[in-house]
């Protein structure tokens, strides 16, 4: 395994970092906010994040592809911990609006999408389709006419971030947990267990059938690989099988749970009256 450096060394490309950070995008001369991990702040702006969204500090891959790479520089070469604010123009973070990107369909051609399909299917400005692999927005519409932005949702505008960088990641199994976060997600579900250089990742349970696992497996690999230059990977998919009951002790379990049948008793015909005394016998 890799020395680790000296955690208060100015951070380089490939360094694991967990980092708290804003995104500010300008919109109509005033700032929105597009991306935060603190949820005071998504709260205060009054933002609408997915459910089951998890607020706090991110893992960070230094110089990976999380941000634009005018934003991703600016990561590099930072003190641990520390805290700053910097303005990006649009080039340097999600680049400049293309009106190439900006494409007109007709109304017949939409209605044949897949998602327009669907009983829920909505058509209205900001409508978000994929049409030819391409995720685009519609941006207007006629009875015979729409036309769709495929330029990035920030494109063309000035952005703001505030990055709180506050720590290196530096035990070997947190960084293969934080690897697993920044491909797939659900790291602190993974068990993960580094021994003689061999580190073995246990999927957990609800991710062995996830396609998604299935498509960030070998990103996890050669990140792993790359970052810890470990002598092997394991990734353990346990599938255990049910037991199942032997015969005879499952009707013997089934006759101890019968309850007692009560001793049968002659009826006694009232027709919903009292039963009358026995009367008594006649003397000779």
């Given amino acids: 395994m890799p020395t680790h450096p000296d955690p208060h060394e100015p951070t380089k490309s490939g360094d694991l970092v967990l980092l708290d950070y804003e995104l500010w995008a300008e919109v109509a001369g005033k700032p929105e906010l597009i991306d935060p991990t603190r949820e005071e702040v998504a709260q205060a702006a009054k933002i609408t994040v997915p459910e089951g969204h998890k607020f706090g500090p991110h893992a960070h891959l230094i110089g990976g592809e999380y941000f634009p790479g005018g934003i991703e520089n600016a990561l590099v070469g930072a003190k641990v911990p520390s805290e700053w604010e910097k303005e990006f123009a649009p080039a340097d973070a999600f680049g400049e609006r293309d009106p190439k990107l900006i494409e007109l369909y007709s109304m017949h051609e939409i209605s044949r999408l897949p998602e327009m399909r669907r009983e829920d299917a909505h058509l209205d400005i900001g409508t978000v389709l994929t049409i030819e692999g391409r995720r685009g927005r519609v941006v207007t519409l006629t009875a015979a006419r729409v036309r769709v ?14 990055f709180k960088l506050l720590e290196r990641i530096e035990d070997p199994a947190a960084q293969a947990k934080a690897i697993v976060d920044l491909a797939y997600g659900r790291g602190d579900e993974f068990k993960v267990e580094i021994h003689n250089d061999i580190v073995t990742l246990h999927v957990p349970d609800r991710s062995k059938f996830d396609f998604a696992w299935a498509a960030a497996k070998p990103r996890v690999i050669d990140q792993i690989r790359n970052q810890l230059k470990p002598k092997s990977i394991h990734v353990v998919e346990e599938y255990v099988t049910p037991a199942a009951k032997e015969p005879a002790k499952e009707k013997a379990a089934d006759a101890a749970a019968e309850p007692a049948k009560p001793e049968a008793a002659e009826p006694a015909h009232t027709h919903g009256h009292a039963a009358k005394p026995a009367a008594k016998a006649k003397s000779e």
């Fill in 149 to 162: 932005d495929f330029n990035p949702p920030f494109s063309g505008r000035k952005i703001t971030a505030k």
